[in-house]
């Protein structure tokens, strides 16, 4: 088993974040309640925490799948414990994502645990540990809209079900964007081990760029519409509305002011 090579150290689960899911737990709470005197703040650690959670689950699972794979080194390297600092580029895989959040209600979390592929054998081991990460964002949209496609919304709050829509508009955002085949995504990845060896040495100067291309695409107007269309088309499909995904977003940036309550729910 791959696992024996791990200590039970490499795979405790780090205090950094207990502390996250510890925050995001207080401060959905807080939410549920409306105990803080300031909702927009309570929804912006609530959505932000839960986040974090979901960008350190993502990248959890590409380790927890290479280690599987034949990886071995992935304890080592603290991969396994879920805490964020531990990863290789820590800017790419917290910092800019909650940047892209804050200035856009964007998820796309940024692929930075190293893996020594070269200890793995099997293009579908490969296409597998890159397509593990955005299925954890698949997950975990399926979990947020749960209350809303089983339809049991009944004495929930109206604004943690607004803080919950705009959380799972990130997991589908993050989910989409992530398979896409471009390089330094995981959708790249997916389909990588099957290209030419040409065609990837040819791609792989263009890994670097893949995350701030795709953003900076999105502020194209026309490209920016029509993914959002298709974004809340699985949205409905899940039973978010788009009134949901909106005052989640606008109780979300409390700096702007703490919008009044609606009243109208559908």
């Known amino acids: 088993m791959t696992t024996a090579a791990t200590r039970h150290s490499d795979r405790r689960i780090s205090p ?3 502390g996250i899911a510890a925050v995001t737990a207080v401060s959905g709470w807080a939410v549920w309640t409306d105990f803080a005197a300031q909702p927009g703040l309570a929804v912006f650690l609530f959505v932000t925490g839960a986040w974090v959670v979901s960008l350190c689950l993502h990248e959890y699972a590409h380790a927890r799948t290479a280690l599987h794979s034949g990886d071995i080194s992935i304890g080592a390297k603290g991969y396994l414990t879920l805490n964020p600092l531990a990863y290789t580029h ?3 895989s917290i910092v800019l994502p909650v940047i892209f959040v804050i200035m856009g209600g964007i998820g796309l979390p940024g692929g930075a645990v190293f893996i ?3 200890r793995i054998r099997g293009r579908w081991r490969h296409s597998l540990i890159s397509a593990a990460g ?3 964002n698949v997950l975990f949209a399926v979990v947020c809209t749960a209350p809303f496609w089983l339809h049991a919304l009944d004495g929930v709050p109206d604004t943690f079900r607004y803080a919950l829509g705009f959380l799972a508009l990130l997991q589908v955002t993050a989910a989409i964007l992530n398979f896409l085949p471009v390089p330094g995504l995981d959708g790249y990845g997916v389909i990588e081990p099957w290209l030419p060896q040409g065609v990837r040495r040819q791609m792989e100067p263009f890994a670097q760029f893949g995350l701030l291309a795709i953003f900076a695409v999105l502020w194209i107007p026309g490209v920016n519409q029509v993914f959002f269309d298709m974004v809340h088309a699985i949205m409905r499909a899940l ?3 788009e009134w ?3 005052w989640g977003q606008q109780f979300y940036r409390f700096w702007q002011g703490t919008p ?3 009243v109208v729910t559908q």
Request: glycine share 10%; proline share 10%.
């Open 16 to 18: 950094v974040f207990l």
């Open 239 to 241: 039973g978010v509305t």
């Open 90 to 92: 820590a800017l790419l």
């Open 116 to 118: 020594e592929r070269g």
């Open 260 to 262: 009044e309550i609606p």
């Open 134 to 136: 955005p299925l954890t």
């Open 244 to 246: 949901d995904t909106y």
